[in-house]
């Protein structure tokens, strides 16, 4: 589904991203972990070409997405993204949050779009606020409906970049259901999360990446149990006991 062949970026004199050469297969569920700064948003951005590349190659179903002439809007209407800011219109209802691209951009009527708006807001618990505003849902509601939107454009890939990390600890949980819901479904996804609970129990793959690299690939038993790296094994230490403290 997706493959990174050399990618290398750049932030001025910064090598935010190191020969990079990679894949994700479809129907994968991949978490990428790795201390702050080590380049899981930008390489996570680079997917649907948020961020530019320097050199090398990366394709999504088989497509090269710097080929030139490809339409950017038309690759990013094929990738469900969802960020830590829900980033949802405010003046619109949450239904029509739902409505608005499938009706742009893929020429749904507005009561196909409507329809399959408020299955996917059962989906994830909220049909009962199609009607609401934004503003009057939790951060938790906000970001199933973040979620619910982009499922709406029916995209075989969605990206997560830190879903739960902006949400009050009690709503963290129906956001992860929600995920791995989607998970169980056979979604194709990239989640970068701090959730290792979550990366434990649905990633088929965990990537640990620092310092633009990706150190270390394995599925969660083994990176859990029997981390490679001595970096891996830092972060891991670090996170199961921020203090310091014996875990
Ligand atoms: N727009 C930018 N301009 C310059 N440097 C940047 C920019 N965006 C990111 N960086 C730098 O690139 C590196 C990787 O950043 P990135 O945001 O990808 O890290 P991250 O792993 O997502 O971190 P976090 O866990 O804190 O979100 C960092 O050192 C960061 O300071
Ligand atoms: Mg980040």
Known sequence: MITFDSVNKYY?????????????????VLVVCGPSGSGKSTL????????????GRITVGG???????????????????VFQQFNLF??????????????RLRGLGRQDAEAR????????????????????????????????????MQPPLMLFDEPTSALDPEMVGEVLQVMRDLARDGMTMVC???????????????????HGQVLERATPEEFFAR?????????????????????
């Open 192 to 210: 970068v999360t701090h959730e290792m609970g979550f990366a434990r129990e649905v990633a088929d793959r965990v990537w640990f990446m620092d």
């Open 90 to 103: 405010p003046h619109l209802s949450v239904l029509d949050n739902c409505t608005l691209a499938p009706q």
């Open 12 to 28: 001025g004199e910064y090598h935010a991203l190191r020969e990079i050469t990679e894949h994700v297969a479809r129907g994968e």
């Open 227 to 247: 981390p490679q790296h001595p970096r891996a094994r830092q972060f891991l230490a670090d996170i199961r006991s921020p203090l310091g403290l014996p875990a």
């Open 44 to 55: 996570i951005r680079t997917i649907n070409r948020l961020e530019p590349v320097a050199s």
């Open 117 to 152: 708006a408020l299955a996917l807001l059962e989906r994830v618990g909220l049909a009962h606020k199609a009607r609401a505003r934004p503003a009057d849902l939790s951060g938790g509601q906000q970001q199933r409906v973040a979620i619910a939107r982009a499922l709406a």
């Open 63 to 81: 497509q090269d997405i710097h080929a030139p002439g490809l339409d950017v809007n038309a690759l990013r209407s094929h990738i469900g993204f």
